[in-house]
C-alpha cells in the first residue's frame, strides 16, 4: 500500500484552513496522514485544527520559520516513517475528492518525482493567474490537456505531489529561500539529477491567493520575499559559475531598478535595491549550496543544511 503524508503549512490562515482541511479529508482511493505545520499563528488557526480536525496532527512551531523549513521538517518524518509521497498543500487551497489518488496513480505510472495538478481560481472557473503564467512559458501542445503526464521546468508550489525515494537523493528544499522561488530551485535541481516534474491535466485544485498576480499592490513584505527569491536563484543557475551568474545578477538588479524607476514606483526600486544587499550578503551560503547540490549524497543533507535545528522536534508536542 502507498503510504503518504499530507503537509499543510499554515500561517494566520483561519479564513482558509477550515476548506482547505475538509476537502483533504473527503479525499478518496488514498488514506493520508495529515500535517499542519503552523508558524506561530495567532490569529485561532491552531485552535480551528485542534478542536475541529483531530484527524490532523498538528505540529506548533514557537516561531515563523518559513515554507522551506516548515516542509523539511515534516518531509524528514515522513521519510523516517518509510513514507512513499508526500503532497504539498498550501492552507488557502482545497483538493478534489480523487486529487492524492489521481497524482499517485500518475506518477507511479510514469515515474514522476515532482508532480502538479492543474491550478484554478478559488471558483474553480478559471486558471490561477500564476499557474496560467507557468502553462505560457512551458511551450505545450495543443494537445497537452488530453495527456497524463506533461512534463515542464517547474511547477507551483501552491499543490505538489513529491516523491520521497527522489528527495532521499538530491536533498529537500533550500532553507535559504525563506518563502518563494523555493520549489523552482527544487524542480531545477530534480532536472538537473534526470529525474521527471511536471503536471497532470487528470485532476485539478483550487487556490484563493492569487500569490503574484498584481506585484506592484502587495504588501510589502511578500513582495521583498519574491524579489530575494528571484535573485537567489538567478546566483544559483548551476548552468553558470558562480562568477557568471553573479554578473547576471547584477545586470538583473540594474534592470529591475530602472524599470519600476520608470514608472514612478521609487518605493519598489528601492525594495529591489534592499532586496540585492541582502542576497549578496547570503554570497557565502550560496557558494557552499552550489558546490552541496552537485553531488548525490543524502548524508550531506544534515540538519543544519535543511535548516532544521537540533531540538526543533519540540515542536511537534
Same mark, same amino acid.
Given at each position: /500500500?502507498?503510504?503518504?503524508?499530507?503537509?499543510?503549512?499554515? %500561517?494566520?490562515?483561519?479564513?482558509?484552513?477550515?476548506?482547505?482541511?475538509?476537502?483533504?479529508?473527503?479525499?478518496?482511493?488514498?488514506? !493520508?496522514?495529515? $500535517? $499542519?505545520?503552523?508558524?506561530?499563528? $495567532?490569529?485561532?488557526?491552531?485552535?480551528?485544527? @485542534?478542536?475541529? *480536525?483531530?484527524?490532523? @496532527?498538528?505540529?506548533?512551531?514557537?516561531?515563523?520559520?518559513?515554507?522551506?523549513?516548515?516542509?523539511?521538517?515534516?518531509?524528514?518524518?515522513?521519510?523516517?516513517?518509510?513514507?512513499? %509521497? $508526500?503532497? =504539498?498543500?498550501?492552507?488557502? &487551497?482545497?483538493?478534489?475528492?480523487?486529487?492524492?489518488?489521481?497524482?499517485?496513480?500518475? &506518477?507511479?505510472? +510514469?515515474?514522476?518525482?515532482? =508532480?502538479?495538478?492543474? +491550478?484554478?481560481?478559488?471558483?474553480?472557473?478559471?486558471?490561477?493567474?500564476?499557474? &496560467?503564467?507557468?502553462?505560457?512559458?512551458?511551450?505545450?501542445?495543443?494537445?497537452?490537456?488530453?495527456?497524463?503526464?506533461?512534463?515542464?521546468?517547474?511547477?507551483?508550489?501552491?499543490?505538489?505531489?513529491?516523491?520521497?525515494?527522489?528527495?532521499?537523493?538530491?536533498? #529537500?528544499?533550500?532553507?535559504?529561500?525563506?518563502?518563494?522561488?523555493?520549489?523552482?530551485? =527544487?524542480?531545477?535541481?530534480?532536472?538537473?539529477?534526470?529525474?521527471?516534474?511536471?503536471?497532470? !491535466?487528470?485532476?485539478?485544485?483550487?487556490?484563493? +491567493?492569487?500569490?503574484?498576480?498584481? *506585484?506592484?499592490?502587495?504588501?510589502? /513584505?511578500?513582495?521583498?520575499?519574491?524579489?530575494?527569491?528571484? %535573485?537567489?536563484?538567478?546566483?544559483?543557475?548551476?548552468?553558470?559559475?558562480? *562568477?557568471?551568474?553573479?554578473? +547576471? *545578477?547584477?545586470?538583473?538588479?540594474?534592470?529591475?531598478?530602472?524599470?519600476?524607476?520608470? /514608472?514612478?514606483?521609487?518605493?519598489?526600486? =528601492?525594495?529591489?535595491?534592499?532586496?540585492?544587499?541582502?542576497?549578496?550578503?547570503?554570497?557565502?551560503?550560496?557558494?557552499?549550496?552550489?558546490?552541496?547540490?552537485?553531488?548525490?549524497?543524502?548524508? #550531506?543533507?544534515?540538519?543544519?543544511? /535543511?535548516?532544521?535545528?537540533?531540538?526543533?522536534?519540540? &515542536?511537534?508536542?
Amino acid at each position: /500500500m502507498i503510504r503518504v503524508t499530507v503537509i499543510i503549512p499554515t %500561517y494566520r490562515g483561519r479564513s482558509w484552513i477550515r476548506a482547505c482541511l475538509g476537502s483533504v479529508l473527503a479525499t478518496e482511493g488514498v488514506r !493520508p496522514r495529515v $500535517v $499542519v505545520f503552523d508558524n506561530a499563528s $495567532v490569529d485561532g488557526t491552531r485552535e480551528i485544527v @485542534e478542536k475541529e *480536525f483531530p484527524q490532523a @496532527e498538528l505540529v506548533r512551531s514557537p516561531r515563523n520559520v518559513g515554507f522551506a523549513r516548515a516542509n523539511n521538517q515534516v518531509i524528514t518524518r515522513a521519510i523516517s516513517r518509510g513514507d512513499d %509521497y $508526500v503532497f =504539498l498543500l498550501n492552507e488557502d &487551497a482545497r483538493v478534489e475528492p480523487d486529487t492524492l489518488r489521481t497524482l499517485i496513480d500518475v &506518477a507511479e505510472t +510514469h515515474d514522476v518525482s515532482i =508532480l502538479s495538478p492543474l +491550478h484554478y481560481d478559488w471558483r474553480g472557473v478559471d486558471f490561477e493567474t500564476d499557474f &496560467a503564467t507557468l502553462l505560457e512559458q512551458s511551450s505545450l501542445s495543443r494537445s497537452w490537456q488530453k495527456s497524463d503526464f506533461v512534463p515542464t521546468t517547474r511547477v507551483i508550489g501552491a499543490a505538489v505531489l513529491m516523491k520521497l525515494s527522489t528527495l532521499r537523493k538530491v536533498g #529537500l528544499f533550500d532553507p535559504i529561500y525563506f518563502i518563494y522561488a523555493e520549489e523552482e530551485d =527544487l524542480c531545477r535541481r530534480m532536472r538537473r539529477h534526470g529525474h521527471k516534474v511536471g503536471i497532470t !491535466p487528470r485532476t485539478r485544485i483550487c487556490h484563493g +491567493h492569487q500569490a503574484t498576480g498584481e *506585484f506592484v499592490k502587495l504588501e510589502r /513584505m511578500r513582495r521583498f520575499n519574491i524579489i530575494r527569491g528571484k %535573485y537567489i536563484l538567478v546566483l544559483k543557475n548551476p548552468s553558470q559559475t558562480l *562568477f557568471r551568474a553573479f554578473l +547576471h *545578477f547584477l545586470a538583473q538588479i540594474s534592470r529591475d531598478v530602472r524599470r519600476v524607476f520608470s /514608472m514612478h514606483q521609487l518605493g519598489l526600486a =528601492l525594495d529591489f535595491l534592499l532586496a540585492g544587499m541582502q542576497v549578496m550578503s547570503l554570497l557565502g551560503r550560496i557558494r557552499r549550496r552550489r558546490k552541496l547540490e552537485k553531488v548525490l549524497a543524502s548524508e #550531506l543533507w544534515t540538519n543544519r543544511e /535543511m535548516g532544521i535545528r537540533e531540538g526543533s522536534q519540540d &515542536a511537534w508536542g
